[in-house]
């Protein structure tokens, strides 16, 4: 799987581009601000029919311009994909593949397998259980739609449910039927979610143990620990034992949509041991280790965009990084940089094809050396 050629109009601050790419290494290079990251989310936005960064999709407009396209040229196991995204303002987004639309965006997702390493990835120890249980819950579905759709609908089960519990409330009165028909419905997608979410660690955790050994040389000890309140109790029991209080809160205090994903380095939460250097490679890791997941599961080598990875990682880590990605496991890569020396130090000791682009004010210009 790789992207051939990239097209943009209006997207963000891109007026006008279009892009021929190397089938396996690109490179940018430019200050922050000139639009290397908005290129990344460009892609992004042809693989899950949304930004990385912003949900809002008109805040993705081209100041004082109407609407953004976004075309992607891409080669899979041989064959074209051509995907579309346009939006106009005050008009639904489109999403094509193919030349035929999309009525629904979710049946594109996993159609093209990508992973993002971005800086902002940090809020996944820095931040709540909601961003962790986001990380889960995108890559999940990148290879299992059943997941996908069974997500969509506990989350509006779960919103009826708190409705009739705010209901409850607001009129005084109280049906235990009424919320048996919603525990019903939570229990059976709830279980599956649950069941699909502890399998996927279990297969996870020793291939992101390996890249993190790999790029720290074994110095370190991590991990990575599914909570869920389904562990310990049967989620029909759990919301039974727990209706009084749901009733007093007005809302459902059980269930998967409290998960979270523990990560430990030596034994402590990450977020207060590890430093700026180990926490990025605790995240790089856990990025690789989902790339491979999803390079078995698809049988094809996702597209990663590395963005500003090699950022607060010393030396040694830099060159096992390196080490990585000029191996045959991995396929199309995008890298972003600062510095054009510190790049081209990276570039000589990866022996593989690559191109390289000065990034300036939303334009691209190649570097023809490629270094």
């Not at 739609?145 to 509006?156: A, E, P, T, V």
């Not at 590395?306 to 080490?323: E, G, H, P």
Request: charged share 30%; proline share 2%.
């Amino acid at each position: 799987m790789h992207l051939e050629k990239l097209s943009l109009l209006n997207f963000k601050n891109y007026s006008e581009l279009e892009i021929d790419l190397s089938p396996r290494i690109n490179c940018f290079v430019g200050n922050n601000g000139e639009g290397k990251t908005n290129l990344f989310d460009s892609i992004y936005y042809l693989s899950f029919c949304k930004s990385f960064f912003n949900p809002v999709d008109t805040m993705n407009i081209r100041h004082g311009q109407e609407f953004f396209m976004i075309q992607g040229a891409f080669r899979k196991n041989g064959d074209s994909e051509n995907v579309y995204c346009g939006l106009k303002k005050n008009q639904k987004k489109k999403f094509k593949r193919n030349e035929k639309e999309y009525q629904k965006l979710s049946e594109h997702i996993g159609l093209i397998p990508l992973v993002m390493v971005s800086p902002a990835d940090s809020s996944l120890i820095l931040e709540g259980s909601e961003e962790r249980r986001k990380y889960l819950n995108g890559v999940i579905s990148q290879y299992d739609r059943d997941y996908l759709f069974d997500l969509i609908k506990y989350n509006k089960m779960l919103m009826q449910r708190n409705k009739l519990l705010k209901d409850f409330a607001i009129r005084r009165y109280y049906e235990s039927d009424s919320l048996d028909v919603w525990d019903d419905q939570l229990v059976l997608l709830g279980e599956r979610i649950f069941q699909k979410r502890e399998a996927f660690i279990q297969q996870l955790l020793p291939i992101f143990q390996y890249y993190y050994d790999f790029i720290s040389d074994g110095h370190e000890q991590v991990e990575l620990n599914y909570d869920s309140q389904l562990i310990e109790k049967d989620f029909a029991l759990l919301l039974k034992d727990a209706r009084e209080k749901d009733r007093v809160l007005q809302y459902t205090s059980k269930g998967v949509h409290k998960d979270d994903l523990k990560l430990m380095l030596s034994g402590y939460p990450i977020k207060k041991q590890g430093s700026q250097g180990q926490q990025k490679t605790f995240l790089l890791a856990l990025k690789l280790a989902q790339y491979d997941f999803l390079k078995e599961i698809n049988e094809v080598k996702p597209i990663i965009l590395l963005d500003d990875v090699f950022d607060k990682l010393d030396n040694n880590r830099v060159t096992q990084v390196i080490k990585l990605v000029s191996k045959d496991n991995f396929g199309q890569i995008f890298i972003t940089d600062t510095n054009e020396k510190h790049l081209a130090d990276i570039l000589d000791k990866i022996p593989v094809e690559h191109r390289v682009f000065r990034v300036k004010k939303g334009i691209l210009n190649r570097i023809e050396n490629g270094y």
